[in-house]
């Protein structure tokens, strides 16, 4: 069993990519590559099919490795309810809330991260012939790396190679390297025998102009630089915890995301994006907002200090005034905060007790303490406007339920009812995420809001966007079989 991990001088490096496509790669090769990110930090997440919650990019990455998609991928997930505050979640169920304080620098929950940690390892040292692991945020944190347990800490756990990537785009790449080994020179000199290399990502230019600091990087640290990679801006994959506006050259469907400052699960809209002349963009203000054809309120990790947020801005008023004309629809949280009232009695999300909500659904939302996590399939209720579209599937991520009032269920599954539908107006609100990865739904959906501007349905083929995905993790996986020769070298016989 071998492991290689990639490491970046800071966030946003390319790790994930690069994580992603190496496993496609050895996967090409006919290895059982598992990808592995002990922790994670994501509003972005994804119930694996025994109703666990992973981050979103994990996932993503297993299904690049031809894998199923596992806890012990992802042990520990940090899920951001406020700016020092997080839900812990382990092997994918929720611990506890904690602070930024309590967890990174108190040793206090360090026996149980551990354990979680070396129980997954031993997992997937079992079952697969290769981690591919990935790190968070900088290699070298000297305040973080007595109790770190996802860069230099974890690759000691693992017996891993690494590779630092450092981001060329943003300039001071070789700085950070440079400053990257000298801390750990200074705090954990072990840590250098654990590193094969660096990789210098999204380049841009005259490979000759590069070359000089190359050879200056390898002499000045003893470290190779074993791929240099091209920005990629071209292939399209799953954001990890971030947001995306997706425009389009004749945009004939305007669709506007609000903007939530705990916003979850933005990447449910990327299948909608990928219809024929729809732009999807995100919204934070009114002047933003425009003059949609619909209005998506999406999800969120703490649905009433987000409901305060839209008041404050002036966006609740403008969507409950743009709710007369146009398509209002609600995503899990989004779905709450359409609603007469948020009930809170054990202040589950906040102290608040009880919250107004933006009343275009007449039902009220409970929260409770135990989460559903759950991967379901569903079908529409029969008297909605989307009952043609057939069976759907979909997962949950929420601790609300939904009492109905003068308004009907929007799908129907067994054993329970989902959602709720205006009775006369085009407003809905679902607790189903990925629900427009359902193509038919999708294109029910589109259509209507082409009906209201008189233009004529989309008759033609379902976008393939799951095959596009596909097939630039085939791409990127070339590109590093290109760039990334020394890789055999580094993981020795393969």
């Given at each position: 069993m071998q492991a290689l991990m990639i490491q970046g001088t800071s966030s946003d490096a390319g790790k994930t990519t690069i994580v992603t496509g190496l496993c496609r790669l050895f996967a090409n090769r006919g290895f059982r590559v598992a990808p592995f990110k002990s922790q994670n930090m994501a509003l972005n997440s994804f119930v694996t099919k025994?109703?666990?919650?992973?981050?979103?990019?994990?996932?993503?990455?297993a299904m690049a490795a031809r894998q199923v998609p596992s806890v012990h991928m992802n042990p520990l997930l940090l899920k951001p309810k406020a700016d020092d505050t997080a839900q812990l979640i382990v092997h994918g169920r929720p611990l506890c809330d904690v602070s930024a304080r309590d967890y990174f620098m108190s040793d206090k929950l360090q026996p149980t991260k551990l354990a979680a940690?070396?129980?997954?390892?031993?997992?997937?040292?079992?079952?697969?012939?290769?981690?591919?692991?990935?790190?968070?945020?900088?290699?070298?944190?000297p305040n973080l790396r007595a109790l770190d347990v996802v860069n230099m800490g974890v690759a000691h756990e693992l017996g891993a190679k690494v590779l630092i990537v450092s981001d060329l785009a943003n300039g001071g790449a070789f700085a950070a390297l440079l400053g990257s080994i000298e801390i750990m020179r200074l705090t954990n000199p072990e840590d250098l025998g654990l590193i094969g290399g660096f990789i210098l990502n999204k380049f841009r230019g005259d490979s000759a102009v590069l070359a000089p600091g190359l050879e200056f990087i390898a002499r000045a640290t003893s470290f190779p630089v074993v791929g240099v990679l091209p920005y990629l801006h071209d292939l399209r994959f799953e954001e990890e915890d971030r947001v995306k506006d997706y425009g389009c050259d004749h945009p004939e469907i305007d669709i506007?995301?609000?903007y939530l400052p705990h916003i979850s699960n933005a990447n449910d809209f990327d299948f909608?994006?990928?219809?024929?002349?729809?732009?999807?963009?995100?919204?934070?203000?009114?002047?933003?907002l425009?003059?949609?054809?619909?209005?998506?309120?999406?999800?969120?990790?703490?649905?009433?200090w987000d409901l305060d947020h839209l008041r404050a801005s002036g966006l609740a008023r403008k969507i409950?005034?743009?709710?007369?004309?146009?398509?209002?629809?609600?995503?899990?949280?989004g779905l709450e905060m359409l609603g007469r009232k948020l009930l809170d009695p054990q202040h589950v999300e906040s102290d608040l007790g009880t919250t107004e909500g933006l009343n275009l659904l007449d039902i009220d939302v409970e929260f409770l303490k135990d989460k559903t996590l759950v991967n379901r399939e569903y079908e529409p209720d029969p008297k909605s406007l989307f009952a043609s579209v057939g069976t759907i599937s979909g997962y949950e991520i929420h601790c609300g339920i939904v009492r109905r009032r003068n308004c009907s269920p929007l799908f129907r599954y067994d054993g329970g009812l989902d959602g709720a539908i205006h009775p006369e107006k085009l407003i809905f609100g679902t607790f189903i995420h990925d629900l427009f990865?359902?193509?038919r739904f999708t294109r029910t959906f589109v259509n209507l809001l082409r009906e209201k501007k008189d233009l004529r349905p989309l008759d033609g083929p379902f976008p393939r966007l799951r095959d596009?995905?596909?097939?630039n993790c085939d791409t990127l996986a070339r590109l590093l079989a290109d760039r990334l020769s020394p890789i055999s070298l580094v993981l020795g016989t393969l």
């Open positions: 025994d109703n666990r919650e992973i981050a979103r990019a994990t996932a993503t990455q940690i070396r129980e997954s390892i031993a997992y997937l040292k079992q079952n697969y012939d290769l981690i591919v692991a990935e790190g968070a945020g900088s290699c070298a944190e506007a995301v609000i909608l994006a990928a219809e024929k002349n729809v732009q999807v963009r995100f919204v934070k203000t009114v002047e933003a425009g003059l949609p054809d619909a209005i998506i309120v999406p999800g969120t990790k703490n649905t009433p409950e005034e743009m709710s007369a004309s146009i398509p209002v629809v609600g995503i899990c949280g990865k359902n193509d596009i995905i596909d097939e």
